[in-house]
């Protein structure tokens, strides 16, 4: 194994989106949906304001993972999957986990394979959304 990487290993951070930076990442990100840019139609939905669009939180998640393990190994994401369970407020404080869950070595690749399993959830203790993910973990790419 790699140094530092281990079963029950986890990576925490938290996040708060502002109505802006949601507005811009929907735009950037091909998320035309107005409940991501405009307020007053957001406002008379069930969510009451601005919500971050799927692929933004998913980012953040991915984003966390490879940050952590590329600060002192070479990294490759394999495979993520997630699960949307409740809307992200413009605002919201968010918490965001992920959880090695397994390290196996994998000579073919040069390196181990790291499962991980994460969440984000809001102030309330709310899980909003769900992952789990496959990286690759190598002294080099």
């Not at 079963?7 to 990442?25: D, H, K």
């Not at 009451?48 to 994401?77: D, K, N, Q």
């Amino acid at each position: 194994m790699f140094p530092g990487v281990r079963v029950g290993e986890r990576i925490e951070g938290q996040v708060a989106l502002s109505g802006e930076e949601i507005a811009n990442f929907a735009r950037l990100c091909g998320d035309q949906n107005p409940l991501h840019h405009d307020e007053e139609y957001a406002r008379q939905t069930r969510f009451g304001g601005i919500i971050a669009c799927g692929p933004h939180m998913t980012s953040l998640m991915m984003g966390m993972v490879a940050t952590h393990f590329s600060r002192e190994t070479a990294m490759l994401g394999l495979e993520f999957t997630f699960h949307f369970r409740k809307a992200v407020l413009a605002d919201e404080p968010i918490t965001i986990a992920w959880e090695v869950m397994t390290v196996r070595p994998k000579a073919s690749l040069g390196g181990e394979l790291v499962t991980l399993e994460g969440q984000a959830s809001n102030q309330q203790g709310q899980v909003v959304l769900t992952g789990t993910g496959k990286v690759l973990i190598t002294a080099k790419l």
